[in-house]
């Protein structure tokens, strides 16, 4: 069976695969927090998931490497398990390479040092940062509650090779 062929998923199913998402919200938050002050629609805009953020912020400071756990477990024990259904491993997958972008900018902006490039430049850059997370994971999340696979140019097709 394909994944253009598979069944509609379960509600179970799309709240499953809309959990990962919360890594790269959490991971793209400090970039948004400049833009959140200004403008606090973008604050509201994360309210729903306030409570997962909160959790997961508590337990990323309390256990060491919780982040570098959570992506294990999730590559070993979803992605790569074939008993669950290809639209979580598909959701999950999706998320993690999101992080993993954000992690890769975020690094980029740690070597920019905002007195030699600018301050405005910087805050620029990361509120773009912030912006993108924050499309990219809103529209994942829309199609993922309707069933459907949430199409992102370059790295949904990275995410169909993973995902088998």
């Given at each position: 069976m394909t994944w253009s062929s598979s069944p509609n998923p379960t509600i179970l199913d799309r709240i499953l695969a809309a959990l990962p998402y919360i890594l790269p919200v959490t991971a793209g938050l400090p970039y948004g927090l400049q833009l959140i002050s200004q403008f606090p629609v973008f604050g509201f805009l994360l309210l729903p998931?306030?409570?997962?953020i909160a959790v997961y912020g508590t337990l990323e400071s309390t256990?060491?490497?919780?982040?570098l756990i959570v992506f294990f477990a999730l590559i070993l024990?979803?992605?790569?398990?074939?008993?669950?259904?290809?639209?979580?491993?598909?959701?999950?997958m999706q998320a993690i390479l999101l992080s993993i972008i954000l992690a890769v900018f975020s690094l980029i902006l740690s070597l920019l040092d905002p007195s030699l490039f600018g301050e405005l430049l910087f805050s620029t850059l990361s509120n773009?940062?912030?912006?993108?997370?924050?499309?990219?994971?809103?529209?994942?999340?829309?199609?993922?509650?309707?069933?459907?696979?949430a199409e992102i140019p370059t790295i949904s097709e990275a995410v169909h090779m993973q995902v088998r």
């Open positions: 998931l306030s409570p997962l256990i060491p490497f919780f982040g024990l979803v992605v790569r398990n074939e008993n669950i259904s290809r639209f979580i491993r598909f959701n999950t773009m940062l912030f912006l993108g997370m924050l499309i990219s994971v809103g529209y994942s999340l829309v199609q993922t509650f309707r069933g459907l696979y």
